[in-house]
């Protein structure tokens, strides 16, 4: 099982920028799907972004299209994503998570970061 350590959140204000990274340990990096999701205060967890074992598939939800990209760098088992035109309503913890299908489905995905806040302010 794949070990995830999330960083990089802050406070930023809105439209600004901030790029969240996730190191990997433990396991096959390049044979995992990558995720990102994120849960703000009373709400659930939600699908952010995902990126294929390769890199060469992504998917992003509806909210962060065209505004997130998720990328990754398997020399040195790490995931990013690049927030920019941050919004007010993007304030969450954002969590990593590895999986073996290429999902926004978070019960698919088996091993998750510790999560980093990020606090957009108006």
């Known amino acids: 099982q794949v070990q995830l350590v999330d960083s990089g959140g802050g406070l930023v204000q809105a439209g600004g920028s901030l790029r969240l990274s996730c190191a990997a340990s433990?396991?096959?990096?390049?044979?995992?799907?990558m995720g990102w999701f994120r849960q703000a205060p009373g709400k659930e967890r939600e699908f952010v972004a995902r990126?294929?074992?390769?890199?060469?598939?992504?998917s992003y939800a509806d909210s962060v299209k065209g505004r997130f990209t998720i990328s990754r760098d398997n020399a040195k088992n790490t995931v990013y994503l690049q927030m920019s035109s941050l919004k007010p309503e993007d304030t969450a913890v954002y969590y990593c998570?590895?999986?073996?299908?290429?999902?926004?489905?978070?019960?698919?995905?088996?091993?998750w970061g510790q999560g980093t806040q990020v606090t957009v302010s108006s």
């Open positions: 990126v294929s074992g390769s890199g060469g598939l992504t």
């Open positions: 433990g396991g096959t990096f390049s044979g995992y799907i």
């Open positions: 998570a590895a999986g073996k299908t290429f999902t926004s489905r978070a019960g698919a995905y088996g091993s």
